[in-house]
């Protein structure tokens, strides 16, 4: 039987738990380093006692960035089968988290299965599920309805969920001070705000925080909390509505943390490339250094069919400047529901930014696989850099579309391959170059 609630819990009293071993041999990392990190609330785990075929994954300061898929079933698509193609997927290219943002029929059918098969961790927007598990109209909801749908997800085993909790009363005025280009794009914070304005109620995860955090720490689910108020264009970036959510979100993870549950920051959105780092910096100071978690940032809004570009180059900066958890972006965003080829280029979008990233913060063992794929290149081993690459399907197929002339090269250089030259030459052999009419 375990003795103690929650990962934070046990951190903060020395416990070792299986997912802080777990995850400090995946980081290459002592397990005290971890387990000081989860005490603090710097790095989370999100560990859901009833999800049972999870492979425990560490979001925070000084581990690997990690990436999260979107995907679900929705009222204009709903395809179960695509949807588990889509976790599979996920699963095998390396995806350490899956949010399942189904908001159409029997959603916890599909949860059910989603968790039951998925080493990697499970979030969910309860208040997207509020009205199809309720049953009700979003006016007819009561503060204590919301409270059950995120007990029910609790039970069924979802590591982590999404909770805009920010948006009160005092973080709606500066909005509504203020005024911005895009208002609300945040999906949960529009339905919260509309519920809020129409019966006048304060944000009933607000208002009851206590009580949420109360169901969150019997399961060990993780509180992401979420960011109703982040930038839906660049040009509202940075502005009064989102800081005064993410102080109130400091705040909050503050009082997540004395209950011991787990916290991660919900962040931006579309914001400009040289506003990027400062608002990382902001959210460490405001939240106490809880981990934070990106969708993006998308750094122009010009680009639709692109997006998983500009939020690439978005997530490669804000996690070198110290975001820990990108959210990916695929080329489909803004435009409609992204079918398999849209999630795979998603995925591989954000692992680069991921990735990027781990390099440039020095990680341990980051650049092992470029120097393995350098070594393989150098070798001119194709089978070799097609078993390294993110995407070795796409890497094989490019490669034999245009096969070489010459054995062991590539057709973009062919027969001048500069490698296949300087490793002969280094090797003391002599090479010979003939023109077209040469009679070599
Ligand atoms: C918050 C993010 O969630 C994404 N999002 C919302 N619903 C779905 C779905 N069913 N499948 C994939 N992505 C989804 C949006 O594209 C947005 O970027
Ligand atoms: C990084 C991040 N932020 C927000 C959401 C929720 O979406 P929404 O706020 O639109 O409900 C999400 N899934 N991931
Ligand atoms: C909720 S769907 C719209 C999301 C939007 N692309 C954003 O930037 O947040
Ligand atoms: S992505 Fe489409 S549906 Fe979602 S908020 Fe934007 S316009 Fe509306
Ligand atoms: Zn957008």
Redesign the pocket.
């Known amino acids: 039987m375990r003795n103690y609630a929650t990962q934070m819990d046990a951190a903060k009293r020395g416990i070792v738990t299986p997912e802080i071993e777990t995850v400090a041999k995946k980081e290459n990392r002592p397990v005290e380093f971890i387990m000081e990190r989860v005490a603090k609330g710097t790095i989370a785990i999100p560990a859901n006692i009833n999800h049972k075929s999870l492979s425990a994954e560490a979001v925070g300061d000084g581990t690997r960035v990690k990436i999260n898929v979107n995907l679900g079933i929705s009222g204009d698509c709903k395809d179960y089968e695509m949807e588990l193609r889509k976790v599979r997927m996920a699963v095998d290219m390396g995806a350490e988290s899956i949010m399942d943002l189904s908001n159409y029929g029997k959603t916890n059918t599909f949860r059910k299965q989603l968790i039951d098969m998925s080493p990697a961790m499970i979030g969910t927007v309860p208040m997207y599920d509020a009205i199809g598990y309720l049953e009700k109209d979003l006016l007819e909801i009561t503060a204590q309805d919301f409270l059950k749908v995120v007990e029910a997800h609790a039970r069924e085993g979802v590591d982590f969920m999404t909770i805009h909790a920010g948006i009160n009363r005092r973080a709606v005025e500066a909005f509504m001070r203020e005024g911005r280009r895009m208002n609300i ?1 945040s ?1 949960g914070g529009s339905l919260l705000f509309a519920w809020m304005k129409m019966t006048g109620n304060e944000n009933p995860f607000f208002e009851y925080y206590d009580e949420v955090l109360d169901i969150l720490r019997r399961y060990d689910v993780t509180i992401s909390l979420g960011d109703a108020l982040r930038p839906g264009c660049i040009d509202d970036a940075s502005d009064a509505g989102q800081i005064s959510e993410l102080i109130e979100l400091g705040n909050l993870a503050q009082r997540a943390w004395a209950k011991d549950v787990q916290v991660m920051i919900e962040g931006p959105g579309h914001m400009a490339m040289n506003e990027i780092a400062a608002n990382m910096q902001m959210e460490k100071r405001l939240c106490h250094g809880a981990p934070f978690y990106v969708l993006g940032p998308l750094v122009t809004d010009i680009a639709p069919g692109y997006d998983h570009i500009t939020s690439a180059i978005g997530g490669a900066i804000a996690a070198q400047a110290g975001a820990n958890f990108l959210c990916y972006v695929t080329p489909a ?2 435009l409609r529901l992204p079918d398999e080829n849209d999630v795979r280029e998603g995925i591989v979008a954000s692992k680069i930014a991921a990735h990027a990233a781990d390099i440039a913060l020095g990680l341990p063992g980051a650049r092992d696989r470029d120097n393995a794929m350098a070594d393989a290149r150098h070798k001119l081993d194709w089978d070799a850099q097609f078993a390294l690459a993110l995407d070795p399907e796409k890497a094989e197929r490019f490669y034999n579309q245009v096969p070489p002339t010459e054995r062991h090269t590539c057709s973009m250089c062919g027969k001048m391959c500069a490698v296949r030259t300087t490793n002969m030459i280094l090797e003391g052999k002599e090479v010979k170059f003939c023109s077209e009419k040469g009679a070599c």
């Open positions: 794009v999906r965003e803004h």
